[in-house]
């Protein structure tokens, strides 16, 4: 079956901008996380969805950074007036939801680069 | 909170050999769950074994099983006969009481010819 999907596969934007970063997950999973991965680093958790609601969102660094999830299916990441210190690949991945321990299966990533 | 210790950046391996990349947890849960990804250059995370902290046996996947010590705290991979293609950055994570997980610093495998 397909994989979680992640839209755009590369972002360029300018200081100042806002952008929008898609993750589509694995049908059926009802949990949703975004992370972020810094350079020669492991990846840091944002936001957890569970449904439609963010369950957890105590990793977003900034009120920059918003996470959406209407119809508990497809989540959108949205940075406003973005920083050069945002660059970084941006992970969502999905899991069943079924309890703590899931399994989480990641996206490609989506980096983004500010200049 | 949970906290995760890899203390190898990197490791080198000679092909069909063995071995063993060590990772070591911190946490005050009572129930959690650690899991070991693989990162290629090309970026994608991917899924490799998971151990539960009540699981009674260490877990095995084809090459690759987790030696878990609870009262160590340590949950180190073993990859066995190891392949050229193994060659990636490997990451150790947990989860518990928070469903997200918590990553270590990542080491850098690199299996010679």
């Known amino acids: 079956g397909a994989g979680v999907s992640q839209t755009p596969s590369n972002k360029v934007t300018e200081k100042g901008k806002y952008v929008e970063l898609r993750c589509d997950p694995i049908s059926g999973h009802t949990a949703l996380y975004w992370y972020r991965q810094s350079l020669g680093q492991g990846p840091e958790f944002l936001i957890y969805?569970?449904?439609?609601?963010?369950?957890?969102d105590s990793g977003l660094p900034n009120d920059r950074f918003f996470a959406v999830r209407p119809e508990g299916s497809v989540s959108t990441l949205k940075i406003q007036r973005t920083e050069r210190g945002d660059s970084a690949v941006y992970l969502c991945a999905s899991s069943l939801g079924q309890g703590r321990t899931d399994t989480q299966y990641f996206g490609p990533g989506t980096r983004l680069t500010v200049l | 909170a949970q906290k995760i210790t890899q203390t190898q950046p990197g490791m080198f391996v000679q092909e069909k050999e063995a071995v063993t990349l060590d990772c070591t947890y911190d946490?005050?849960?009572?129930?959690?769950?650690l899991f070991w990804y693989k990162q290629p250059s090309s970026g994608e995370m991917i899924f490799l074994i998971y151990q539960g902290s009540y699981d009674q046996q260490n877990a095995t996947e084809g090459r690759y099983s987790l030696n878990f010590q609870k009262a160590r705290k340590s949950a180190n991979l073993v990859i066995s006969a190891s392949q050229l293609g193994d060659s990636a950055m490997y990451f150790c994570?947990?989860?518990?009481?928070?469903?997200?997980?918590?990553f270590g610093s990542g080491t850098q495998l690199t299996v010679l010819p």
């Open positions: 969805f569970q449904g439609t609601g963010a369950a957890d």
């Open positions: 994570a947990g989860s518990g009481s928070a469903r997200q997980l918590t």
């Open positions: 946490t005050s849960d009572p129930s959690y769950g």
